[in-house]
């Protein structure tokens, strides 16, 4: 999915997969990673709640201009050393009992904001040139060799200055396994940045946006995200920067079942995945909705 310069995916055994509206199958018992792409020229803060639960402990992710970033796993009492991934399993009688039904469940919300361009400084550099004074058995007059340059003149030159100031006590995270993605935390650089107004009004629009998710969430949702296997994805910290104040999100439905049975997904439906025609057998891509033969609805397997 993509939306205002960021590209969401999500991926099993590091295979994009592929979404059919907002919603992406894949079998119960998958790990999955969620792929995150920026495709501005600067930097981006990325908050990540899955279930409606903040799965980097209150950190955001901050993916670099033009550079991606594949969270694989929850980050849990500050512990940026390792975690267990993200496991899709099926929300049975006994965890409804235990934990209940949440109307978010099977959801992933991706919101972020991009961090604010550098600024551009103009400064002028004058030279001044003395005139001289030449005196001959003639009248004095002032004289200017051709070779010389012209006495005055100014040249103005603009240039992309970093900012060297930065807020005190934000704490960031970056990603050390090869790539330059950073955490930060968000709620810091929300207080920096925006006047409370500004804020207000931020806190709001998210609280609009959340409750919208909430009434589109489906009450068939009968998938979750628990803890899986262990992950030695680590994170290390950086400085924090200054963030725009608009705030965008995508959200993303996990489905492990298909279809108006009910049918759990057998195998998970990639990018790359194609099916047949149920009536003629030809092949097609997965993001077909009709034969191209016969003319059959291409149903999911």
């Known amino acids: 999915m993509y939306k205002e310069q960021l590209a969401l995916a999500i991926k ?26 920026n495709l501005n020229s600067v930097r981006a803060s990325v908050k990540v709640t899955i279930d409606g639960q903040d799965v980097t402990d209150g950190t955001s992710l901050v993916v670099e201009p033009n550079s991606t970033f594949d969270l694989e796993r929850f980050i849990k009492n500050g512990n940026f050393e390792r975690g267990n991934k993200f496991r899709f399993i099926e929300r049975t009688g006994a965890i409804e009992d235990h934990r209940g039904i949440k109307i978010d469940d099977g959801l992933v919300r991706v919101e972020w904001q991009f961090a604010k361009p550098l600024p551009k400084v103009e400064f ?14 003639y009248d004095y007059y002032w004289h200017r060799p051709p070779h010389w340059p012209r006495p005055y003149w100014s040249t103005t030159y603009t240039s992309n200055a970093a900012s060297s100031s930065f807020s005190l006590g934000d704490v960031q995270y970056t990603d050390t396994s090869g790539s330059s993605e950073v955490l930060c935390n968000a709620a ?46 680590k ?29 759990k997904v057998k195998k998970s439906v990639t990018v790359a995945t194609r099916v047949k025609c149920s009536s003629c057998g030809k092949s097609a891509k997965s993001s077909e909705k009709f034969c191209a033969r016969c003319g059959t609805g291409l149903q999911l397997a």
């Open 188 to 233: 810091d650089v929300a207080v920096n940045n925006l006047s409370n107004s500004l804020r207000s009004a931020s806190f709001n629009t998210v609280g609009i946006a959340q409750s919208s998710i909430q009434a589109e969430a489906s009450v068939d949702v009968a998938g979750i995200t628990a803890p899986g296997a262990i992950s030695e994805q």
């Open 124 to 137: 002028e550099d004058i030279h001044h040139y003395k005139r001289h004074h030449y005196h001959y058995d």
């Open 12 to 37: 099993q055994n590091g295979k994009v997969l592929r979404e059919h509206g907002d919603a992406v199958y894949l079998p119960f018992g998958s790990e999955y990673s969620i792929f995150i792409k």
């Open 235 to 263: 994170f290390t910290t950086v400085a924090s920067f200054a963030l725009q104040d608009q705030v965008h999100s995508i959200v993303i439905r996990l489905m492990g079942r298909v279809g108006e049975a009910k049918q």
